[in-house]
């Protein structure tokens, strides 16, 4: 599969769980609990592959100025979401009420994050790399994907 659908595709479900989990309400334990579980799996996967496979192709085809600005930021806002926002969500008591607070601060990041990647970072993606370039990665992305789910489930 072509990189970038792979990635967007995997927006579209994270950004999925995020909505479900802003719509629970303190009471949905179980439901919170679920979703949280899923995003935590998802979001790692998600970010795992692009920090190993997708963003060094990127930088490396990439210029040095705006293409570089664009993947530093990117892994910083991957340091935010996934190391600092998510361990601190996932150690919080899903019936409180800094859950909701923390949880929509999470969907904020993520969101503006896959929203700036397809915007700015996919499209200048498919400028710099050739088709079977994209779908070499797509290839290679899937792959580890499936082993990093496997991993990321059995762990919690
Ligand atoms: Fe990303
Ligand atoms: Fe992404």
Known sequence: MDAIKLLTEDHKTVRGYLDD???TTPRALKARADLLAKIRVELKAHT???EEIFYPAFQ???KKGD????YFEA?????AAGDL???DLLGTAVDSEQFSGRAKVLKE???HHADEEEKDMFPRAKTLLSKEELLALGE???ARKTVLIAELRATT
């Open 85 to 87: 926002v998510l361990p």
């Open 109 to 111: 990041l993520v969101t």
């Open 67 to 70: 293409d570089d600005k664009m």
């Open 75 to 79: 892994l910083e806002e991957h340091r």
């Open 60 to 62: 490396s085809h990439g």
């Open 48 to 50: 795992t592959i692009e």
């Open 140 to 142: 290679k992305m899937a």
């Open 21 to 23: 989990l802003e719509a």
